[in-house]
């Protein structure tokens, strides 16, 4: 699969990285390509891109960056008809008004329906090893987008993810938000190295 990540950062490297470990052709949307941090991340299946070129080449885009960019990376974009966006930004530094999210920005920003969230629940030490004493830990979904849904979904069980709960359509945004506003909280108390699991009697 070829996919675009803007953001190169330690979700977008991340990313990048475990995309790559499982056979995927990376292409990097950057605003500065000669950036040591986006330079360390290069590799054979692994090259960086202005956003537009990254989006190109790719049919899916994960967004992985500022999320106050959110309307300045939809229009750098262009006309992305036809591909699938995952998003993985939330929006804690701020998000376009008068918008809840980032997902709904970008659905309000671009020419795709096929936008959901996914990754944005979680660390992104938890993507470098989603594995906890041998257990697989559980991830998110959420989106109109089946689509979308379905590629999201694959992606996160190829690099380790367990369960994979799909909890519903663009409504889940929010609720999205509001899971990953509690690891972060938890994450104050008992450190980075924790995750969410769902059991079941």
């Keep these: 699969m070829k996919i675009a990540i803007i953001g190169a950062g330690d979700v977008g490297g ?5 995309f790559e470990e499982v056979g995927h052709r990376v292409f990097l949307g950057v605003r500065d390509e000669n950036k040591p ?3 360390r991340l290069l590799s054979k299946n692994i090259s960086a ?3 537009s070129e990254a989006v190109k080449n790719a049919d899916v885009i994960v967004t992985a960056a500022d999320p106050r960019a959110t309307k300045e990376i939809a229009k750098h ?4 008809s036809g591909k699938v966006i995952i998003d993985v930004m939330n ?3 701020g998000v376009p008004k008068p918008y809840g999210t980032t997902t709904e920005a970008l659905l309000a920003y671009t020419n795709t329906k096929d936008i959901v969230r996914c990754f944005n629940t979680t660390g992104f030490k938890n993507m470098e090893n ?5 257990e697989k830990i559980d991830m ?3 989106g109109d987008s089946t689509r979308g849904k379905k590629i999201a979904t694959k992606l996160a069980k190829q690099i380790g993810f367990g ?4 909890l519903g359509g663009n409504e889940s945004f929010i609720l999205m938000e509001q899971i990953v506003i509690v690891w972060v909280e938890l994450s104050k108390i008992l450190g980075r190295d924790i995750a969410i699991k769902i059991l079941q009697r």
């Design 14 to 18: 991340t990313l990048a990285k475990r």
């Design 130 to 134: 989603p594995i906890y004493k041998g």
């Design 49 to 51: 891109h202005s956003i």
């Design 163 to 166: 369960k994979i709960y799909d």
């Design 37 to 39: 941090k986006v330079k």
């Design 140 to 142: 998110f979904v959420g």
């Design 77 to 80: 974009m262009g006309d992305i």
């Design 91 to 93: 929006a804690f530094r």
